[in-house]
């Protein structure tokens, strides 16, 4: 069963950037969808962006001109570059396959936080 790996969060101010990865472990992403989520204490876990093995992409409203989630299967990992930055995207960011259905064991996350 994959084992989720999240990396690249960190501290920024409003209109950085950063760019986060999602590796996987016991388990090639092959031909699997891959999504980002991220979730603070005030919400509950939401979608953030799903990129499908055929190289499909969808991302929630919020962030949609913003950030851009890409794969590289032959290094099994997943990415999600964030542009222009806001305290509204501060959040614990976390990979997982996609649909719900199919989730695995949820990894540690990757903080990230935008403040002045």
């Known amino acids: 069963q994959a084992h989720m790996v999240e990396s690249g969060g960190g501290s920024v101010q409003p209109g950085g950037s950063l760019r986060l990865s999602c590796a996987a472990s016991g388990r090639v992403f092959g031909d699997r969808a891959v999504a980002w989520y991220r979730q603070t204490p005030e919400r509950q876990r939401e979608f953030v962006a799903v990129?499908?093995?055929?190289?499909?992409?969808n991302y929630a409203e919020s962030v949609k001109g913003r950030f851009t989630i890409s794969r590289d299967n032959a290094e099994n990992t997943v990415y999600l570059q964030m542009n222009n930055l806001s305290p509204e995207d501060t959040a614990i960011y976390y990979c997982?396959?996609?649909?719900?259905?199919?989730?695995?064991?949820w990894g540690q996350g990757t903080q990230v936080t935008v403040s002045s």
């Open positions: 997982n396959f996609f649909p719900r259905a199919v989730w695995g064991p």
């Open positions: 990129i499908a093995s055929s190289g499909s992409i």
